[in-house]
Nanobody, 121 residues
Framework: QVQLVESGGGLVQPGGSLTLSCVASGIITRISTMGWYRQAPGRGRFLVAF???????NYADAVKGRFTISRGDTERTVILEMTSLKAEDEAVYYC???????????????WGQGAQVTVSS
């Protein structure tokens, strides 16, 4: 069973930094793209950043220059370094991955359980 597990959320003051990590576990044939999305209360889920298998990276305009996405020690890990955090960054952050797994044909999106990021003084 494939799982994405996020860690690193928490409370941070405005202007502070926080790092999120996501690890994919289970039997995976191929990882296409891993990324981070966020959802604030009463709003939809929006892309924050993603990194492709070929290390193509894309950021939402709202986080460019402040957030950095990278692969961890293995291709199953993706890290989001967040700096200069603002109140509007407060949301639940979800790890999303487009994966090929043995018992399903094609590419499918998998989600982590979400990590709360609270920005408050």
């Amino acid at each position: 069973q494939v799982q994405l597990v996020e860690s690193g959320g928490g409370l941070v003051q405005p202007g502070g930094s926080l790092t999120l990590s996501c690890v994919a576990s289970g039997i995976i044939t191929r990882i296409s793209t891993m990324g981070w999305y966020r959802q604030a209360p009463g709003r939809g889920r929006f892309l924050v950043a993603f990194i492709s298998r070929d290390n193509v990276i894309n950021y939402a305009d709202a986080v460019k220059g402040r957030f950095t996405i990278s692969r961890g020690d293995t291709e199953r890990t993706v890290i989001l370094e967040m700096t200069s955090l603002k109140a509007e960054d407060e949301a639940v952050y979800y790890c999303g991955a487009d994966l090929v797994v043995p018992d399903r044909s094609g590419l499918h999106r998998y989600w982590g359980q979400g990590a709360q990021v609270t920005v408050s003084s």
